[in-house]
């Protein structure tokens, strides 16, 4: 990005930026601000050139050594990505009084500490403890709102200085009705659930058991370890060695590991040992008079009611000692003999029917 302040300093007139910006040479941001049209669009873009407009006539990287102008607020919270407020109006915090005549520009007179402040992607903001706090000093704050950027906060990589942001949400405790930085710290905290979701990772990716077991035999080691030492030095002039003093203690450490595993074990079992409830699959319910609409090719509705007028043949009593004997043959020889009076009383039954 460059300002129109920059442009003239090294020749440029104001009607060649004109020119170049019709042309489509630039591209105007705000007024006074531009950048090649090429270039990138950044979800910044819009601070930076608030940002820039400020001072116009410097150079963004002189301003970095000892910013005049930082970036604060919604704005600020914006570009920690913390939060879900549009930077509108751009906060921007001076040493001096400002003015401005644009409305998507608010001044703020402000001294910060330089602890309070950071450089980030090429911008000086506040920093995200300082953030949060000022925040609060907003006119009709919504706290649900300030908590979801402190959620954020707590879900960055980096560290958040908590003792520092407690000291600095002092200032608008007793406004807020609480008494203290620390609990109005602890109210935002409850309503970002950051805890449960962190219990809930920890339930899920981490087998507790088996960290709980490693903690207590740590534990163990760590009684034990005057014991063995004060046993140690009591048979030193003795014809124990460290190697005996070491079994001798094994059994003792063993039992207590043992004790101690089995009492985990056993609390956790419940909640280890939970199952998801089945989910009953609904059925599937057609319409009434569904099937009757259903038409069958006429080759097939034929073949149907040919099989339905069929009648099927009775067995006649010459053809009985064939079938019996073909059954007997084709069954196999693991299976027991048939009874041959059943294939005879069933061909004189077919006998008597004919």
Not at 67 to 75: E, M, S, T
Not at 161 to 175: E, M, P, Q
Not at 189 to 195: E, K, N
Not at 297 to 315: C, H, I, Q, V, Y
Request: hydrophobic share 45%.
């Amino acid at each position: 990005m460059l300002t129109a302040a920059q442009a003239t300093a090294q020749g440029v007139a104001r009607s060649t930026l004109l020119r170049r910006e019709r042309a489509g040479a630039l591209e105007r941001i705000r007024p006074g601000v531009y950048r090649l049209p090429g270039a990138p669009a950044n979800r910044l873009d819009d601070i930076r050139a608030a940002w820039l407009a400020s001072a116009p006539e410097e150079l963004a990287w002189e301003r970095l050594a000892s910013p005049d102008v930082v970036v604060g607020g919604a704005a600020a919270a914006w570009v920690h990505d913390m939060g879900d407020l549009y930077p509108s109006p751009v906060m921007l915090y001076t040493a001096r009084r400002r003015q401005t005549k644009h409305v998507d520009i608010r001044y703020s007179t402000r001294k910060l500490p330089t602890e309070d402040t950071s450089v980030v992607d090429g911008l000086p903001v506040t920093t995200r403890e300082r953030t949060i706090a000022d925040l609060l000093d907003e006119s009709g704050v919504d706290v649900s709102l300030v908590a979801d950027v402190l959620r954020d906060a707590e879900r960055a990589d980096a560290d958040l200085d908590t003792d520092r942001l407690i000291s600095l949400l002092d200032v608008h405790a007793k406004r807020l009705g609480y008494e203290s930085g620390a609990r109005l710290y602890e109210h935002l905290r409850s309503l970002t659930r950051v805890d449960e979701e962190r219990l809930r990772n920890l339930l899920v990716h981490t087998d507790l058991r088996e960290l709980v077991a490693s903690v207590a035999n740590d534990s163990i080691h760590a009684a034990l370890g005057p014991l063995a030492a004060s046993l140690a030095e009591q048979v030193h002039s003795s014809l124990i060695t460290s190697t005996q003093l070491e079994a001798i203690m094994a059994p003792l450490r063993a039992s207590m590991l043992a004790h101690v595993n089995a009492t985990v074990k056993a609390a956790m079992a419940p909640a280890m040992g939970m199952k998801m409830p089945q989910v009953d699959v609904p059925r599937v319910k057609l319409p009434a008079g569904l099937l009757r609409q259903l038409q069958l090719p006429p080759s097939t509705e034929a073949a149907l009611a040919k099989l339905a007028n069929t009648s099927m043949p009775r067995l006649s009593p010459r053809n009985a000692p064939q079938l019996t004997k073909v059954s007997q043959a084709e069954r196999p020889k693991t299976e027991p003999e048939p009874d041959a009076g059943i294939f005879s009383t069933a061909a004189h039954q077919a006998a008597q029917d004919e």
